[in-house]
T-cell receptor
Framework: QQPVQSPQAVILREGEDAVINCSSS?????VHWYRQKHGEAPVFLMI?????EQKGHEKISASFNEKKQQSSLYLTASQLSYSGTYFC???????????FGAGTRLTVKP | NAGVTQTPKFQVLKTGQSMTLQCAQD?????MYWYRQDPGMGLRLIYY???????DKGEVPNGYNVSRLNKREFSLRLESAAPSQTSVYFC???????????????FGNGTRLTVT
């Protein structure tokens, strides 16, 4: 029961915006977002909790639509440092383990 | 703070050999996880331990065993390595409260395993 992410890859110029989507086939308590740079471990960005508010991290924000079981990550005025692969994570069948989407590779060019 | 420490960082095995990947965390977290990451694919859960003394299968458990030695340590064992197990392995920990996974996962730096 992995979440499904789209798009698979995005190429941007500095200053442009992007949206990454994540959807699940099961009801969710939370959605996580992580970023992974090449050759490094994933790093936590934010959690969105059921019934919670939209979160933000620098110029990166996210929303969580519980009814649609979807989340979106918004990257505003992208910077070169935003390049990497973004993963969403959701609970597995037992609600005590984390399953990740296949990832969205974001490339920001000067 | 060390966070999550994985050893070794790199390993090359021959088909049929066995080995154990070690993971330790110093954040007093209850939950620990083992993931594998293959090129072009996301992180796939192998096994996890929601608390000391318990372990459960994830998405891709075949060919692996785990041991939650104590609250700090969670090891992953390959009994008879196969080329299909060539991957990058990540250990992670978290400390969820109440239901769901409502606290961040902290990842180790990974173990790059090649099976020839």
């Amino acid at each position: 029961q992995q979440p499904v992410q789209s798009p698979q890859a995005v190429i941007l110029r500095e200053g442009e915006d992007a949206v990454i989507n994540c959807s699940s086939s099961k009801a969710l308590y939370s959605v996580h977002w992580y970023r992974q740079k090449h050759g490094e471990a994933p790093v936590f960005l934010m959690i969105l909790l059921k019934g919670g508010e939209q979160k933000g991290h620098e110029k990166i924000s996210a929303s969580f639509n519980e009814k649609k079981q979807q989340s979106s990550l918004y990257l505003t005025a992208s910077q070169l440092s935003y390049s990497g692969t973004y993963f969403c994570g959701t609970e597995g069948p037992n609600n005590n383990d984390m399953r990740f989407g296949a990832g969205t590779r974001l490339t920001v060019k000067p | 703070n060390a966070g999550v420490t994985q050893t070794p960082k790199f390993q090359v095995l021959k088909t049929g050999q066995s080995m154990t990947l070690q993971c330790a965390q110093d954040m007093n977290h209850n939950s620990m996880y083992w993931y594998r990451q293959d090129p072009g694919m996301g992180l796939r859960l192998i096994y996890y331990s929601a608390s000391e003394g318990t372990t459960d299968k994830g998405e891709v458990p075949n060919g692996y065993n785990v041991s939650r030695l104590n609250k700090r340590e969670f090891s992953l064992r390959l009994e008879s390595a196969a080329p299909s197990q060539t991957s990058v392995y990540f250990c992670a920990s978290s400390s969820p409260k109440l239901g769901g996974i409502n606290s961040p996962l902290h990842f180790g730096n990974g173990t790059r395993l090649t099976v020839t």
